[in-house]
């Protein structure tokens, strides 16, 4: 079965940069579009952006662009999301979600990502 | 990009209830409009596709309907379940927009 398994909660300094990772398993990941989702506590759900394994296309919510990259690495089926010059706004749980049939179907269970000094 | 106003923010209902929550797209999405429903501590599910198409294993008390800019989603028969906060996400246009939740609640 579809199952993604996301690295675990972060606690980075306000500057810096994170990695966050989403393996995937139990489907072709080349196939597929990935998504990543944003949700800062207590608030609703704000759309990052998707990626394509299988060529490595992209596209994004402009409002990310500069700050999310997406990546894919097929050898490992995994998808990677880097956050850069990180403030207290990116303190959010970041969700990779997959699409099969155009529709958010498969989500990974979340990484925390908390900037604090 | 579209903005999805979603009503009520929340609401107290009682087991057995018919439960009705909308979604209104700031312009047209056709039927380009999904349900999520999330429970404290979980990650968002798919409960409905393209407006009105019952995602996998999702009871038949949820039915989705709408088109263009409104959008409805019917919980026929309130399960203790149920209690949760439901969004919309149209992914007719860039960028795809959630609405911002309604949260059911009991009285």
């Known amino acids: 079965q579809v199952q993604l398994q996301q690295s675990g909660a972060e606690l980075v300094k306000p500057g810096s940069s994170v990695k966050i990772s989403c393996k995937a398993s139990g489907y072709t990941f080349t196939s597929y579009d990935m998504h990543w989702i944003k949700q800062q506590p207590g608030n609703g759900l704000e759309w990052i952006g998707w990626i394509y394994p299988g060529n490595g296309n992209t596209k994004y919510n402009q409002k990310f662009n500069g700050k999310a990259t997406l990546t894919a690495d097929k050898s490992s089926s995994t998808a990677y999301m880097q956050l850069s010059s990180l403030t207290s706004e990116d303190s959010a749980v970041y969700f990779c979600?997959?699409?099969?049939?155009?529709?958010?179907?498969?989500w990974g269970q979340g990484v925390m990502v908390t900037v604090s000094s | 990009e579209t903005v999805m106003t979603q009503s009520p923010t929340s609401m107290s209902t009682s087991i057995g209830e018919r439960v009705t929550l909308n979604c209104k797209a700031s312009q047209s999405v056709g039927i380009n409009v999904d349900w999520y429903q999330q429970t404290p501590g979980q990650s968002p599910k798919l409960l409905i596709y393209?407006?009105?198409n019952r995602h996998t294993g999702v009871p038949d008390r949820f039915t989705g309907s709408g088109f263009g800019r409104d959008f409805t989603l019917t919980i026929s028969n309130m399960e203790a379940e149920d209690l949760a906060v439901y969004y919309c996400?149209?992914?007719?246009?860039?960028?795809?927009?959630f609405g911002g939740g309604t949260k059911l609640e009991l009285k």
């Open positions: 393209g407006a009105s």
């Open positions: 979600v997959l699409t099969t049939e155009g529709s958010l179907d498969y």
């Open positions: 996400l149209q992914y007719g246009s860039i960028p795809w927009t």
